[in-house]
């Protein structure tokens, strides 16, 4: 297939049906699916479609590849946000501040305690944050409560931890709720447990489109068992090519 001039080298500056150029009173707007080719109105669009339909449909999934096949820089665990080194891969051995949402990994934390062991504080710097140095609460209410308040402002990570707690508590709808917030606000781990709700059915119908969907997006933020999971779905449909290409990019990622 090859795209016709009109599509495949379109002048952004003007409508790619009418070719009105955009003004002070004239202002286009991209297409829908490929976000190439631009419209001065509905009108125009709906007119342009059966000639721009196919090569949106390719534009679209070249442009969703290209994105989808890129090498994360890092994790979508981040950096550690005291030393700055990447953050190990299992988040058992990390330590979660609930005072502040931050996700400390095991060597400053091991660190901060031998400081306050030298320093002879006692108990005090034990119980302080490594990060906010804010008291680290002591009762497992007080950790709860902490992650709300955080989770009423929007915190991604408070979010998450909150979908995490209603789903031990066995409320899968309360969780998906939680967790669909957290993935809005692009929150990666959240992407992929919802991917795992769709698979197995908790609390929503169970649907491949939609688990796919959000492995993709926790795989695109850089979750290295999300691309795995991706290629394994692309090998069950017989597209090892695509497969190998996940593979690599979660190997790299240290799967």
């Known amino acids: 297939f090859q ?16 070719g009105m150029a955009e003004g002070d009173e004239i202002k286009l707007k991209k297409c829908n699916g490929c976000h190439l080719v631009r419209y001065c109105s509905v009108k ?14 390719e534009l679209a999934a070249e442009l969703r590849d290209e994105i989808l096949f890129k090498q994360p820089e890092g994790s979508h665990l981040g950096d ?17 501040m609930t005072c502040c949402s931050k996700i400390i990994c095991p060597g400053c934390t091991f660190n901060d305690l031998r400081r306050a062991k030298e320093l002879q504080v006692g108990g005090e710097a034990y119980g302080k944050c490594p990060f906010c140095r804010c008291p680290v609460p002591k ?15 929007n915190d991604p990570i408070a979010l998450y931890q909150m979908g ?29 447990d919802l991917s795992c709700f769709y698979h197995n059915g908790l609390g929503v119908k169970k649907d491949k489109k939609k688990e796919v969907y ?8 850089g979750h290295a068992t999300a691309r795995y999971n991706l290629g394994c779905a692309e ?9 190998m290409k996940h593979w690599v990019i979660a190997a790299a990622l240290g799967h």
């Open 214 to 221: 959000h492995l993709e997006q926790a795989a695109i933020r």
């Open 235 to 243: 090998d069950e449909n017989g597209r090892m090519d695509r497969a």
């Open 80 to 96: 550690c946000p005291i030393c700055c080194l990447p953050m190990p891969l299992d988040r058992n051995v990390s330590s979660l």
């Open 139 to 153: 009762k497992a209410e007080d950790f709860i409560t902490n992650i709300m308040k955080r989770a009423e402002v």
């Open 164 to 192: 995490v707690h209603r789903r031990d508590e066995g409320d899968y709808n309360g969780a998906f709720q939680y967790l669909k917030k957290a993935a809005d606000l692009g929150d990666a781990q959240a992407h992929y």
């Open 44 to 57: 125009c669009q709906r007119e342009h479609r059966p000639q721009h339909k196919r090569a949106c449909k």
């Open 3 to 18: 795209m016709s001039a009109d599509e495949g080298e379109e002048d952004t500056s003007c409508c790619a049906s009418c």
